[in-house]
């Protein structure tokens, strides 16, 4: 039906203003999300390019060479850095899995509470202040910087996420699980150990290693805990190398050999890094509990 | 029930090994600490104000353009994408960013962001450093914007659909339903990844004591080199020789630990409410 003598309805130039708008502020928020992510991508294989190309089977074998020479690896720093890391593991898992299980538990009373706060307390302590304390308990004590300190540094870092991560996985297994073994007779700390524990192994792991990624990478509270050596050694009171500080040493410095020898180390950690969290997703998206 | 007993233990722990091993310089600073405007070793005259103001306007500057970009990554993977293939890039590439090391940031920053922050300087005509404070914050905002950005898409999406609908329905424009309806919705919950990314900020001390150029005199010049907190314990706790000098920097260590628990916990709340709701 037509009405006649009518023209067709307008479009009122004040919604096609407001159409326009609309198409201005998606591209703006396309623009700024660019900016925001592909330089660093672009960089990120900058590294990787140059990295690789500055690493060959000498570079992860050998030691460092004496300024001047000409070659020279990193091998120390790859051996300090896994040490260190196994250190403050062995350290943080035992009692970060412990507290993750009492918050899971008990995390509704007022203890669990306190805990709660505290833990994401330490979780918000910036790691240079982390190395000091290390620095107070062992370093001063004993008189020299040494692996052991700086382990226990990154094992301060490690132990609220392991922490927080036990707890959220722990509180994802279904209550039947547990009622089913406590019924059966089992003794609450067994039924926490056999049946709890198993069930949530996965994401235990992934909480781990997660906190494994962020630890390895860690600089500032090595400087003067773990302090760096340029000479291999496997003795956790020694000073001992590790990749990140090897990094800022030779990326600080004047010299284009170091700095080449620089972003070797720098692609060498990204490797292990980035490895570990791609590890990790995986591992959450392909073991993820399912009742 | 031992585990949890035990890191309440480790933090007051932590909190008083601080207290104690700084009580020299405590008691050799007095205020003047926080009020002064002076670090000088040779004089042992330990004065964090410096400091402190080098900590905040990094941090601030550095908020200001993380917020910004981060608004912009939250609206678009937590309402113009929040499925498919460039959603799925979109957020590995912000989860790639959120795991490399400070250090290599630090790298990066030395090697892309001193020159570029060096051309813009000779353009408009300021001393051509490079290092400063404001390539730090430029740096520190690349570097917390993964975690406030993933924040803010979840913050986002935690806005209910009825309420977007409504809008739609009433006939606003998508980009007038997110300013007029999502972003005031989810407004208190962007404030506290913004305060937890803030937490971050302050902390950070690699990357910013690689690009800031450590000059430990009084400045709001932005351009210029200054230090922060963080940076100025990094470069000094190891060659610190006296005890009111080392007890200074562990009192620095002390008032950095303060202040980003305060944060955090400000943060914690404001987020926490917001998921409760």
């Known amino acids: ?291 | 029930m031992l585990g949890g007993i035990a890191v309440s233990v480790l933090l007051i722990a932590i909190f008083f090994s601080l207290l104690l091993s700084s009580r020299s310089a405590l008691v050799a600073n007095g205020f003047r600490f926080l009020t002064g405007a002076t670090w000088d070793p040779v004089t042992d005259t330990f004065q964090s104000l410096p400091f402190v103001i080098g900590t905040l306007l990094t941090s601030l500057v550095a908020l200001v353009i993380a917020t910004v970009l981060s608004l912009a990554l939250g609206v678009l993977m937590g309402e113009y994408f929040r499925s498919g293939l460039f959603a799925g890039i979109m957020r590995t590439a912000v989860e790639l960013l959120a795991g490399i090391p400070s250090v290599v940031y630090g790298f990066i920053g030395l090697f892309f962001f001193v020159p570029a922050v060096r051309v813009i300087q000779t353009a408009i005509g300021a001393p051509p450093y490079g290092v400063g404070i404001f390539t730090s914050a430029l740096l520190l905002a690349f570097m917390i914007l993964p975690y406030s950005a993933s924040i803010g898409r979840e913050m986002i999406s935690l806005v209910p659909a009825d309420l977007k609908e409504a809008a739609l329905s009433l006939g606003a424009t998508p980009s007038e339903t997110i300013w007029k309806v999502t972003l005031p919705y989810a407004r208190s919950g962007i404030l506290g990844g913004v305060l937890l990314s803030l937490g971050r900020a302050l902390g950070e001390t690699m990357a910013v004591t690689m690009v800031i150029g450590n000059s430990n005199s009084l400045t709001f010049d932005i351009l210029g080199p200054g230090n922060t907190m963080a940076s100025v314990i990094a470069n000094e706790f190891s060659e610190a020789s006296s005890n009111v000098y080392l007890g200074s920097l562990i009192e620095i260590a002390l008032l950095l630990f303060v202040i980003s628990t305060l944060i955090n916990i400000a943060g914690k709340i404001v987020v926490n409410r917001m998921a409760a709701v």
């Open chain 1, 1 to 291: 039906m037509r009405r006649s003598g009518a023209s067709p309805p307008r479009i009122d130039s004040g919604v096609a203003a407001r159409v326009r708008g609309d198409f201005a502020f998606r591209g703006l928020v396309l623009v700024l999300s660019l900016i925001a992510t592909i330089p660093l991508l672009l960089i990120l294989a900058f590294i990787i390019v140059r990295g690789a190309s500055s690493i060959n089977w000498q570079f992860i074998t050998e030691l460092p060479k004496p300024m001047g020479e000409p070659g020279g690896g990193i091998s120390n720093a790859i051996v300090g850095t896994l040490l260190l890391v196994v250190i403050a593991t062995v350290v943080s898992v035992p009692l970060g899995v412990i507290a993750g299980i009492f918050l899971s538990e008990r995390g509704k009373s007022r203890l669990g509470s306190v805990v709660r706060i505290s833990v994401e307390t330490l979780m918000g302590i910036p790691s240079i202040v982390l190395g000091i304390v290390a620095y107070v308990w062992i370093v001063r004590p004993m008189g020299h910087f040494s692996a052991l300190s700086g382990g226990l540094s990154l094992a301060m870092i490690m132990l609220p996420v392991i922490t927080l991560s036990t707890e959220e996985t722990l509180l994802m297994i279904p209550v039947t699980l547990r009622e089913a073994a406590l019924a059966l007779g089992v003794s609450y700390p067994r039924t926490i150990m056999r049946v709890i524990l198993p069930a949530g192994m996965s994401g235990i792991i992934t909480g781990v290693l997660l906190a494994v990624a962020r630890s390895a990478g860690e600089t500032a509270p090595l400087l003067f805990t773990a302090f760096g050596n340029p000479f291999m050694t496997v003795n956790i009171f020694k000073p001992m190398a590790s990749l990140p500080q090897t990094i800022f040493n030779y990326a600080t410095s004047p010299y284009p050999e170091w700095q080449s020898l620089a972003w070797g180390a720098a692609f060498v950690l990204l490797v292990i890094v980035l490895t570990l969290n791609v590890v990790t997703k995986l591992v959450t998206s392909r073991w993820k509990i399912q009742f």
